[in-house]
C-alpha cells in the first residue's frame, strides 16, 4: 500500500491559484517511477472523477473541464506530484485526492479540501453564442 500525503488545499476566490502537493511516502525513487499519479476530486453526492493524470512515460491527460487551467507534474527524485491550478472557478470546489496507480491497483491519499468562493456581488458567468 503507497502512503500518500496531500497538502495545499483551502479557500480562494474564484479567478485565483492554489497549488496541490501529494508525497509518496514509504516508497523508494525506483519504486515511485512505476506509478502512474494523478488527482481526483469528489463532491457531495457524486462520484469521484478524474482531473489530471501523469503516466510513468508519456504526456499527461486532464479533463476537458480544468484543460489549459491546470497543470500536474511529477518530481521522480523527491517522490511527489503536484497539481497548480489557475483560473479557479466556483465549480471547481471539491475535495482533491491524490491518486497512485500500479497495476490497476490504486492507492489514495486522505483527500484536501478546495472551496473556491465567487466574487461578490458576481455570478460565474454563462455563455451566450449566437449563429447565424
Known amino acids: 500500500q503507497v502512503q500518500l500525503v496531500e497538502s495545499g488545499g483551502g479557500l480562494v476566490q474564484a479567478g485565483g491559484s492554489l497549488r496541490l502537493s501529494c508525497r509518496a511516502s514509504?516508497?523508494?525513487?525506483?519504486?515511485?517511477?512505476?506509478?502512474?499519479m494523478g488527482w481526483y476530486r469528489q463532491v457531495p453526492g457524486k462520484q469521484r472523477e478524474l482531473v489530471a493524470q501523469i503516466p510513468t512515460r508519456g504526456t499527461p491527460n486532464y479533463a476537458d473541464s480544468i484543460k489549459g487551467r491546470f497543470t500536474i507534474s511529477r518530481d521522480n527524485s523527491n517522490k511527489r506530484v503536484t497539481l497548480q491550478m489557475n483560473d479557479l472557478k466556483p465549480e471547481d470546489t471539491a475535495v482533491y485526492f491524490c491518486?497512485?496507480?500500479?497495476?490497476?491497483?490504486?492507492?489514495w491519499g486522505q483527500g484536501t479540501q478546495v472551496t473556491v468562493q465567487g466574487i461578490p456581488g458576481w455570478g460565474q458567468g454563462t455563455q451566450v453564442t449566437v449563429s447565424s
Open positions: 514509504r516508497l523508494i525513487f525506483s519504486e515511485f517511477i512505476t506509478y502512474n
Open positions: 491518486n497512485a496507480e500500479r497495476g490497476g491497483i490504486p492507492s
